[in-house]
């Protein structure tokens, strides 16, 4: 059974920085790509950052040049680094991944990780 582990997160001044780790376990062929997303009390699911299996990243124009997305595939982990966090980065943190098992893509998602802000 496939399963994305989460960890790294907690409470944090504003200002502060924080990351978070994401690892794939299990029996697998491959990772394609991985994502960070999040959901904010009260507000909609969104995506945070994304990274392709050749490196290539996007992220959401909320996050850009504070927060870093990497991966390592010989780990099979993907990272969000965060800095000069603010309140309004306060969420439920997912990572996401779509990984081939047996010739089937299925996309997952892990347990969620707190990320807090406040001073």
């Known amino acids: 059974q496939v399963q994305l582990v989460e960890s790294g997160g907690g409470l944090v001044q504003p200002g502060g920085s924080l990351r978070l780790s994401c690892a794939a376990s299990?029996?697998?062929?491959?990772?394609?790509?991985m994502g960070w997303y999040r959901q904010a009390p009260g507000k909609q699911h969104e995506l945070v950052a994304i990274?392709?299996?050749?490196?290539?990243?996007n992220a959401a124009d909320s996050v850009k040049g504070r927060f870093t997305i990497s991966r390592d595939n010989a780990k099979n982990a993907v990272y969000l680094q965060m800095t000069s966090l603010r309140p309004e980065d306060t969420a439920v943190y997912y990572c996401?991944?779509?990984?081939?098992?047996?010739?089937?893509?299925?996309?997952?998602w892990g347990q969620g990780n707190q990320v807090t802000v406040s001073s």
């Open positions: 299990g029996s697998f062929d491959s990772i394609g790509n």
């Open positions: 996401n991944a779509d990984i081939l098992r047996r010739s089937r893509l299925t996309n997952y």
């Open positions: 990274i392709t299996i050749g490196g290539s990243t």
